[in-house]
């Protein structure tokens, strides 16, 4: 595989926008991409130089070709052997590093995660009163974009604060989703005059009022995100 030479940022943006817009047909860029791959796993064969220059080619266009086509995911082993190649050592201590880590992130989401939903459960005529459902998860920085994010801003491996990430997913039962559009209709109208609805949900209304004596937060419904 023959690697073009380097190329500083402005002209690599200009390549990667007249791939775009050169070519139509997106299969050709996978084709070639896989071909890319093929080489980064077979990087060991070539001359130290050729590596680095397989592996610029790789980071400086194909990867983010690859994530304005919707592949980034899919192709994320292009971008973990393209540091590889270029940071042999570096990126080896690092990964070392991010296991442990991730190891022990793991443990701490699914002690996070069981605590939000015991929180969640055990306010039953509160917030889960009002929910057809929930999820949680959590997810730990992968290896290649903690590594990215040290290496362009210079970073050590304990100063990333976003090691860790937790997204709670709040789905809104219908009485509750019916209720809230209720409350916010009288909120449009100054609070006096509740919206034409069925009686059946003015009178669940009504008596939701009466028995907790405030209105619903309307952030009771929304989703937060870590």
């Not at 899919?74 to 590093?97: I, N, T, V």
């Not at 609805?197 to 669940?204: E, G, L, N, P, V």
């Amino acid at each position: 595989y023959q690697a073009m030479l380097d190329l500083d940022h402005h002209n690599a943006q200009l390549a990667r926008e007249y791939l775009l817009a050169a070519n139509s047909d997106a299969r050709a860029f996978v084709v070639h991409m896989a071909g890319l791959v093929y080489a980064l796993r077979n990087q060991y064969r070539l001359p130290v130089h050729a590596r680095h220059l397989l592996a610029l080619e790789s980071l400086q266009l194909y990867v983010p070709v690859a994530s304005a086509l919707g592949l980034g995911s899919r192709l994320k082993e292009m971008e973990e052997l393209s540091y590889r190649a270029l940071f042999p050592e570096s990126y080896e201590r690092f990964a070392s590093w991010h296991k442990n880590f991730a190891d022990m992130g793991q443990v701490a989401l699914l002690v996070a995660r069981k605590r939000i939903a015991a929180h969640i459960e055990a306010d039953v005529n509160g917030l889960r009163h009002y929910l057809k459902g929930y999820e949680i998860h959590g997810r730990v920085k992968s290896v290649v974009s903690a590594f990215k994010k040290v290496y362009r801003k210079d970073k050590l491996p304990e100063e990333l604060h976003d090691m860790l990430g937790l997204r709670v997913v709040l789905t809104p039962a219908l009485e509750a989703t019916e209720t809230r559009g209720l409350l916010r209709g009288k909120r449009s109208r100054g609070g006096n005059v509740l919206p034409a609805r069925s009686t059946a949900a003015r009178a669940a209304f009504v008596e939701e009022e009466g028995s907790r004596g405030d209105l619903v937060p309307s952030d009771a419904f929304s989703s937060s995100s870590s």
